[in-house]
C-alpha cells in the first residue's frame, strides 16, 4: 500500500472488476512493472484476479480492505498508553 500506483489501482477497482489491460490505461508504465504492483496487491490480499479466456480481471477483495481499515480505526481509537 505504500506504492501510489498501487493506491490508485485500488481506487480504480472500487467502481467494480477490471481487466489488467484496462487498468494498464491509466498508468505510464510497462506491463512488467505493472504486473509486480498487481502481484504485490496480490501477495496482501487486497486483490483477487480471475480468468477470462486470454484476460485477467482484477477485484478488490473488499472484505480484507475493510477488516484493515477497521482495524487501523481501532487503533486511532485507543486512549495512548504511557510507560
Request: overall charge positive; glycine content about 4%; aromatic content about 4%.
Amino acid at each position: 500500500m505504500s506504492h501510489p500506483v498501487r493506491r490508485q489501482i485500488l481506487i480504480l477497482l472500487r467502481t467494480g472488476p477490471l481487466s489488467a489491460g484496462a487498468l494498464a490505461e491509466h498508468f505510464a508504465l510497462t506491463k512488467p512493472t505493472l504486473s509486480v504492483h498487481f502481484a504485490k496487491l496480490r501477495e496482501a490480499e487486497l486483490v483477487t484476479v480471475e480468468r477470462q479466456g486470454t484476460s485477467l480481471i482484477y477485484h478488490l477483495n473488499a472484505s480484507l480492505l475493510e477488516e484493515s481499515i477497521a482495524g487501523l480505526l481501532s487503533l486511532k481509537d485507543r486512549p495512548d498508553e504511557k510507560n
